[in-house]
Every structure is written in C-alpha cells, then in structure tokens.
C-alpha cells in the first residue's frame, strides 16, 4: 500500500507555488464579500461584530417551489457523482478483513465520549459551570473511536503511525472552520444561542476550541471509510487534464462575483457559502501551478470524491445530533428551504456537507505537504499512504 512518496508530495518550485495559490485564494474570499458590502454601501461594523449578536439579515420564508427546484439541483449534481463513483469502486482494493482486537485508547474514547454525551445533554447543577464545554471531549473522543476502528481494521491509522500529521490538523482546523464563520455573517445561516454575555476573548476561546477538532474528524473518517470500502489506485495519465484553465477561470471569475454579492442578496446567493471557497481555491492551484486534485476527474477519483464528501456528511451526522440538546448550540436560519428538520438542520442544508468534505480535503491536502519531511522516505502507514491516494 506503499506510493512513491516524491511523487506524492510536491516539493520546491511546485510546493512554493501551491502554497502562493492558497495564500491568494483565503485574501480573494476575505476581501471580496467585505468589498461587496462596501461597494453596496452597507455599514460594514455590523458584519465585523464580535462576539456575533446582531441579527441584521431578514431571511425569506419557505417556498414549496424553491425547495422543489433545490433538491432537483442536488439531485442532478449528485447522481452523475456517484455513478462515476459506483464505477470506479468496481476497481478498488478490498482491504483484507484480518480483525485486530479494539486497542485501549480506543475504549477510552467510547468512555470519554458516553462520559461527555451524558453531560451535555443533562443539566446538572454540579456542572452548571462547564456545561458549554462538552462539545470538545465528544470530538475527541469521536476521533479516537474512529481511528480505533481503522487500527481495528487494517492495523494502521493516523493516531498510530501519523500523530504528528493528526496533531497538525487541530490548530488549521481551527482557522479553517473560523473562515466559515467569517463567510457566515454575510448571509447569517447559523448563530449561537448563550454567546451574548460573552467577552471577545471568552468566545473566542471557547469557539476555538470545537472548531480545532473538525479536520481531525473528517480527516480521521476519511481514512475510516477507504479502510472499510477499499482505495482505488489512480496513475498520473487518469489524473492529468488539459483543458483545466479554461474551467478555472470561468469557475473563479463566477465565483468571485457571487462573493461579491453575498452580502447584498443572502436568500439567493448563500449556497456560496459552501461551494465559493472550493471553487476558488481549486481554481487558483490550477491558474498558478496547473493542478489541484479536485479538478482530477480520472476514474479513481470519482470513488475519493465521494468518500471525502460521505465523510463529512456523516461528521455533519453527529455534529446536529451532539447539538440538539446542548447547552451552548446553534440554531438555523436557511431562507427558501427552512423545514424538514433533522435535528436542528433542515434536510436540504446537509447538502452543504458535500461540498464542505473536498474543502476538508483540500487543507488536509496542505496540511500534508506543510508536516512532509524529506527525511521520513518510503513511509508505509496507512495514513500516510491514504492521504496521498486521496488527495495528490
């Protein structure tokens, strides 16, 4: 299960231009939705809030009809994804099923994560103190479950034999998912119930600390899923493709005028949310160094694809229902679409966890070349392996 590992990771010139293409990507989904605001002359302050308290965009009602023509649109962008994927799988590579016993650290999880569950959901006065802290020890705790399983599977997994990749993951989790919190004042999808009395640095901190934890989770999950539904090798000539500029800059240009708007048409446009930051990252890896693995439409990357995006789907799964009946939690606020409610989530919006999974494995992307080391050569770990058969 071993990949040539020079292959795998860019190094030099191409790592150097990647990490331009990223830097350039993060300024242009910074600037263009404040730009937009402005460019509207919009007060500006009140998007920049912090701790978010202000309720400023009035979202539409429900519409049967736009819910109709939504789920029509995911549908259509769905089902070609997964025949393509469904094809692909008929090449993987089944895992051997060689059971190993559950190690201990994975039972700590479940014990941690039963332990945390129970406190968040119940109101005892002992607890009253920490009761919006729960959110962290279940993530953790879902971390070491999962990659207990894939040790369980394949003997292999990123706590195991990538701890220091795994670690890594947590503080660019963080400012990852902080981005989507930036974006989110645009259009004001979500907000936090119990932050209003909250200092800056108090929410701060204790907004840091959950998000830190979502890479690591979907990252983990990931590696779960092709331990489970078996990886499809890609060679380089699947891989290339030709015409990627022409659909690079169409998607960036598109793109970047929806974020434009955001802020000044939220009901039509805040699908963006989820869909604008991988169409502008992927599109500047191409314009600047002529790739970016989401625009790899070989037949094994159908089959990654989808396990990115099942991956944070099910992440998406339990992050809803650990929210239900939380102390500190959040609350929806989706225009056109707002019902049929899966726990708080209206059942269209964990479409947004489609898209978000290739975001995740974007960064992770990053991630792996930024903690890559020249000296560690010829790596065999699943992990390892995994995440260059998935991403490069």
């Not at 990507?25 to 202000?54: H, M, R």
């Not at 989820?274 to 169409?279: K, S």
């Not at 209206?346 to 991630?367: M, N, T």
Request: proline share 7%; aromatic share 18%.
């Amino acid at each position: 299960m071993s990949t040539n590992r020079d292959t795998a990771i860019p190094r030099g010139p191409d790592g150097c231009k990647r990490c331009i293409a990223t830097v350039a990507a993060f300024l242009l989904l910074i600037i263009l939705p404040v730009l937009g605001i402005w460019l509207a002359e919009k007060p500006i302050g009140s998007y920049l809030e912090f701790p978010p308290i202000t309720r400023y965009v009035q979202h539409a009602r429900f519409s049967g009809s736009i819910f109709a023509i939504f789920s029509g649109t995911i549908l259509m962008m769905i089902v070609p994804v997964l025949v393509h994927a469904w094809r692909s799988r008929l090449t993987a590579r089944q895992p051997p099923l060689t059971y190993r016993s559950f190690p201990w650290w994975g039972w700590s999880g479940v014990v941690l994560g039963g332990g945390a569950w129970v406190l968040a959901w119940t109101r005892f006065e002992w607890f009253k103190a920490f009761q919006h802290l729960t959110f962290s020890p279940l993530w953790i705790a879902y971390i070491l479950v999962v990659n207990a399983l894939t040790f369980r599977q394949s003997g292999r997994c990123l706590l195991k034999d990538r701890p220091v990749y795994l670690l890594a993951l947590f503080p660019f989790s963080a400012v990852f998912w902080w981005f989507f919190e930036y974006l989110n004042r645009f259009v004001q999808n979500w907000y936090y119930v119990g932050c209003a009395e909250m200092t800056p640095l108090k929410y701060f901190v204790m907004a840091t600390l959950p998000f830190s934890t979502v890479l690591p989770a979907v990252a983990s999950t990931f590696e779960w899923l092709e331990t489970r539904l078996g990886a499809v090798p890609v060679t380089p000539e699947q891989a290339t493709r030709r015409d990627t500029k022409v659909w690079a800059w169409t998607f960036l240009l598109l793109a970047s005028a929806g974020l434009l708007g955001i802020g000044s048409y939220p009901d039509l446009l805040f699908p963006l949310l989820w869909i604008a930051p991988l169409l502008v990252i992927a599109s500047t890896q191409v314009l600047v160094t002529g790739d970016a693995p989401v625009f790899r439409v070989g037949p094994g990357e159908w089959h990654r694809i989808c396990l990115w995006a099942l991956a944070a789907l099910l992440c998406g799964f339990f992050w809803e229902m650990w929210n239900f009946f939380s102390f500190a939690k959040w609350v929806y606020a989706v225009p056109y679409v707002n019902r049929f409610h899966c726990f708080e989530m209206p059942l269209l919006g964990y479409a947004g966890y489609l898209p978000f999974g290739l975001e995740c494995a974007v960064v992770a992307r990053l991630v792996e070349q930024w903690v890559s080391s020249p000296s560690r050569k010829g790596s065999s770990s699943c992990g390892s392996s995994s995440y260059r058969r998935g991403l490069r």
